[in-house]
């Protein structure tokens, strides 16, 4: 068990590594913070000043070193646009995001395992043809244009929703959904699919045979060996969730940091991105450590050596 | 027999499931109180006035800091902090300070407090974005406490500084509390007190009972940002915000049919060209070329189809209400068949082996792709094969910086100083970093412009320089754009050509 998670977390520090070294480099190949934060009329020798204040025109080899370094310190440097510590402008957009990460795919599950159930139990019915039409529809939608719709008529012509910002559980309902969407699609085909091979096992049928209610059948012993399967993709799908808040967080002007992410992006503020970027791979390491320690627990059969 | 038991229990839970995501709110919270809430598509990066340019940050900070004059709607100076305003000697300009201002804690507001302000700007340790605007200034004077005279390095026509744009701070609250302090809790003298920002999320501000101008008409002001500009759309026609921003033409019906929401607009400061890179080998290098092009795109046709009617042909980069403006230059009037004699004077009869790029940003201005599509069609017209590459601004811009950009590329200009100065050299002179044009006699007209402190020699000086521009054509000379905005029916405002938005000028009906 301790030597699984020793190679585990050195595991994960390459991962980190190896992406802080990706966005680094991406970053500074694809544009020149100066250029762009600097006004169109700014001369060339403001610009040079600008850079050379920045510590821009020093070799990239340099620049990633001292990088590597403070980051290692958790010190990301000031972010160029807001002039203060990036690290500390991701941290504190984390718990809206996490709020409405968490809010999506509660509501994914809530509405996917019971209608993936639902699905699979009454096999090519009515409610398992609904089941997989919003499945497809869900995974098969744009996030973008599922948000702008749902406002639309939620939000205009209704008017039961407000369709930006944060206050209170009625603003999280559009975006959560939109942003549960997707995930909700996924896992409701996963869960119609995982179930309907359980349900084909003898063990099942020999549970019915012994009188087993048609309840304790289903989630005792039905849903309890699909679960594994599920709870990996719930796993995945909270990563799938942070990358996609950027465009949920950004149509529903969310407070989030991947709308953070994403205007900094726009303005290539290396900080912060290079921040973001780090934090969102850390999660991302941390949540499939945690899934696979669900999984020990989830199935005794699985164990750590 | 399990499967009905198991639809049975799972029925409601997945009732509650739906039921939850579409449960009816309460509707809009009741709006009786005399609160504005603005919308623009960012949010500012920070409550120090005295770093960024960028327009929405600045929106929010002259609510907050007055200036030494400020331009009415008509792009005309009107004294603010400063009563007078003059030019004294060659290289002095001197203003005179209005008595009795206090900044929100009480300071009194003197010329210290301007010269702290235009210092903190020029100090390059600062790393102010707003350096360029006062490097004509060599120093500042403050002769007494309501005299303030800045010094140029030259003579110079133009009132340096940008008094219209720089913020003045309270120098003794700021060196007592310092910079990172002051980026979190502004000190003003302006008309809306700071009162809390959650950012990204909402600025909070009330209106100053002790401003010198009199406390402002509505009480408090709400900066909320919304990115995404059918969002914005949606959050006015809710209600949730009286202004947004940038409004992009395809929304336009929606809002002016609107029961709650009305359509504003102001000719803007901005225009929008199409460049040639004269400075990189090709056809583009051939004025004739350059000629005929301007004579195959027809403008008002896109400003018609593209723009929705919002925009306002131009004949030259300067705007008609910009000191220095000649209404003597002639519009290129769209002409196919004299383009397609040009191009065959030039030897590419009708358009036979010509080629070309036109390079284009997407996002960055109202409607760009679709202009530069259109225009790419426009020119194709004249038998030319004229192709368009769009790419993302950050990319774009650093390409613009290097010159790289060529033969063909879209760009937008706004400038608000309303002196032709700054668009002429930026843009045109030989060794500007924006520049793909080079012409020593353009130099020069420019160049003595900017030192000519008679203002009928200099407009002589700018007709011919504009006379050159219209001749050689470096530009396809496209138009001004109409600035956009959506605001609830309650509120009272006119939108400004300079895209300020201060809530002083605002009021609230029913």
Not at chain 1, 54 to 65: H, I, K, S
Not at chain 2, 312 to 324: C, L
Not at chain 2, 383 to 390: E, M, Q
Not at chain 2, 432 to 442: D, E, I, M, W
């Amino acid at each position: 068990m301790t030597a699984f998670f020793v190679r585990r977390i050195a595991g994960a520090f390459g991962v980190v590594a190896g992406v802080a070294v990706v966005v680094f480099v991406i970053l500074h190949l694809t544009g020149d913070p100066a250029t762009v934060m600097m006004p169109l009329e700014a001369t060339r020798a403001e610009i040079a000043a600008f850079r050379h204040a920045q510590g821009f025109d020093r070799p990239l080899w340099v620049q990633f070193a001292s990088f590597a370094w403070n980051a290692l310190h958790g010190d990301f440097g000031l972010s160029l646009r807001h002039g203060e510590p990036a690290l500390g402008l991701a941290l504190e957009r984390v718990p809206a995001s996490a709020e409405l990460a968490f809010t999506a795919l509660a509501l994914a599950v809530l509405v996917a395992v019971p209608a993936g159930t639902l699905a699979a139990v009454r096999r090519n019915s009515v409610v398992d043809v609904a089941a997989r039409l919003l499945a497809l529809l869900g995974q098969s939608t744009p996030v973008y244009w599922l948000g702008i719709l749902l406002i639309l008529i939620f939000g205009v012509q209704l008017g039961w929703f407000p369709v930006s910002g944060t206050g209170g559980w009625r603003h999280l309902v559009l975006p959560a959904v939109t942003l549960g969407m997707f995930t909700m699609a996924r896992i409701m085909r996963l869960t119609r699919g995982s179930m309907l091979d359980v349900l084909q096992s003898d063990y099942l049928r020999t549970a019915v045979a012994k009188g087993v209610g048609p309840f304790r059948l289903i989630v005792h012993h039905a849903l309890r060996n699909a679960w594994l399967p599920i709870v990996t993709a719930v796993g995945i799908e909270l990563g799938t969730l942070l990358s996609q808040a950027i465009i949920t967080e950004t149509i529903f002007s969310w407070p989030g940091i991947g709308r953070l992410a994403y205007q900094a992006i726009l303005d290539r503020d290396y900080p912060v991105v290079e921040a973001v970027v780090l934090l969102g791979a850390l999660s991302f390491v941390l949540i499939n450590l945690l899934v696979d320690l669900a999984y020990a627990a989830l199935d005794p059969r699985i164990r750590y050596e | 027999m399990f499967q009905r038991g198991l639809q049975r229990r799972a029925a409601p839970a997945l009732a509650a499931a739906f039921a939850f995501a579409t449960l009816p709110g309460t509707g809009r919270a009741a709006g009786a109180d005399s609160t504005v809430t603005i919308s623009q598509g960012v949010d500012p990066v920070t409550m120090d006035p005295l770093k960024r340019t960028i327009t929405p940050t600045q929106n929010v900070s002259l609510n907050m800091f007055d200036t030494l004059l400020r331009h009415d709607r008509d792009g005309k100076l009107i004294p603010w902090l400063a009563t007078s305003w003059k030019h004294v000697a060659p290289t002095v300009w001197e203003f005179k300070l209005r008595r009795g201002v206090t900044f929100w804690n009480g300071d009194p507001l003197t010329s210290a407090d301007v010269k702290f302000s235009v210092e903190k700007i020029k100090d390059p340790a600062e790393g102010s974005e707003q350096g360029p605007r006062v490097n004509t200034i060599a120093r500042v004077e403050t002769p007494d406490a309501y005299t303030v005279r800045y010094v140029t390095f030259r003579p110079t026509p133009i009132i340096p500084g940008y008094p219209w744009v720089l913020s003045i701070v309270d120098a003794k609250y700021w060196t007592a509390h310092g910079n990172e302090f002051e980026a979190e809790h502004p000190m003003g003298s302006g008309a809306y007190v700071f009162k809390s920002w959650r950012k990204d999320e909402e600025l909070d501000l009330s209106a100053n009972p002790k401003w010198w101008h009199g406390k402002p008409s509505i009480d408090n002001a709400v900066f909320k940002p919304i990115p995404e500009a059918a969002s914005r759309v949606a959050a006015l026609r809710t209600g949730e915000t009286d202004l947004i921003t940038n409004v992009p033409p395809q929304y336009q019906a929606q809002i002016q049919g609107g029961r709650d929401t009305k359509l504003e607009s102001a000719r803007s400061v901005r225009v929008l060209f199409v460049a040639f890179n004269t400075i990189k080998p090709g056809p583009q290098q051939n004025r004739l070329v350059r000629q005929a092009f301007n004579y195959a795109v027809d403008v008002p046709a896109l400003i018609r189809t593209v723009l929705g009617g919002h925009g306002y042909e131009t004949s030259t980069p300067v705007p008609p209400n910009f000191t220095g403006y000649s209404a003597k230059i002639p519009f290129y009037r769209h002409d196919l068949a004299k383009a397609k004699k040009l191009l065959a004077q030039a030897g590419y009869p009708n358009g036979r082996g010509l080629e070309l790029v036109l390079n284009a940003p997407v996002g960055r201005y109202n409607r760009d792709k679709e202009l530069a599509e259109a225009i790419a069609g426009q020119l194709g017209e004249t038998g030319a094969k004229v192709t368009t590459k769009v790419q993302e601004w950050t990319s774009y811009v650093n390409q613009t910086s290097q010159r790289a950009l060529t033969p063909l590329y879209m760009l937008g200009w706004g400038d608000n100083s309303y002196d032709a100065d700054n668009t002429l050299t930026s843009l045109f002179q030989s060794d500007a970093r924006l520049s793909t044009y080079s012409n020593p006699a353009y130099d020069k007209l420019v160049e003595s412009a900017r030192y000519e402190v008679d203002p009928g020699k200099r407009q002589a000086l700018y007709d011919k320089a504009l006379a050159i521009l219209h001749d050689d054509a470096p530009w396809i000379f496209l138009f001004q754009y109409d600035d956009l905005y959506g605001t609830s029916k309650r509120l009272r405002w006119h939108a400004r050509p300079d895209e300020t938005l201060a809530v002083d000028e605002m009021s609230l009906g029913n």
